[in-house]
């Protein structure tokens, strides 16, 4: 018996590429004299000043999976050297996590900690993720380690969860994916979502550190022990109070509420009361209001 065809019921149609518009010989030895404006049928400004193909803007993901953008970048004020800050941004709520790192790569605990509670945070502890960024080899042993570090969670919650079926506790459910994306090598437009959220994170940095600056009546150095909470606590606020074109911040798509920002600035000196019931002081008779400085939520 004879295989049947495969019954076909269309085609993806591909997207149409511009062709060169051909000139006339003379406007060929013209355009040579200088050679402004680009032309895409010279082999010579195609060459020089020729850019990849642009990367359209694309709709959800099919497979329903959420997508976590990550980058390095680095600041620092004169004559100090540079810190490192890592960015994430996930796509769909636009919540974004800025923290300061020791260096780059998965060689230290602290960055894929900060990570995971991150996830944690946005609702993606145990989800399947795909976890996008450049070929950069350090961003690429990060995102391993914590990928890692997610499959041993879900490992040991597994068997802390088959050690109690016997007292009728469900088992749990399959263990999270982590799906690495890494963008073309120079492929900058790949990157335009985690570079954006980096221009953000910058610009809110400099803004807070201006204003932190002008009450101060001195500079704050990029070594200073305040710009580790300063880089988190601008991602913070970009958060709570940058409203995008949804009208919507990205707190509200994430919690579908309204956040509360306090009425205080970054480095403000304020008395601040202690969370310890007054009957479990031995102290009493000293106040509960500490004096301190407000570094964020």
Known sequence: MEPQEEEQFGVRKPRKMLGP?????????????????????????VQGKGKAAPHFRKGSREDGLTEVHFDYCFMSTVGQPLVTILVAKERETKMCMATMVPMKGGSIEFPAKRVLAFLKEIGLESADVVFKSDQEPAIVDLL??????????????????SSGESHGVRASRDEPRTIPELSPVGSSQSNGFIERAIQDEE??????????????GCTLHSSHDLVPWLVEYAAVLLNRGQVGSDGKTAYERLKGKTASIPGLQFGERILWKSNVPSYKRKEKMDSDWTDGIFLGQ
């Open 144 to 161: 391993n380690n914590i990928a890692e570090r997610r499959s041993a969670a879900s490992k040991l919650e597994k068997a802390d969860e």
């Open 21 to 45: 518009k051909l000139p006339s010989q003379r406007e060929v030895e013209e355009h040579c004299l200088t050679h402004p404006p680009y032309r895409n049928w010279c082999s010579h400004c």
């Open 203 to 216: 610009g809110q940095i400099r803004t807070v550190k201006s204003d932190l600056e002008s009450r101060m």
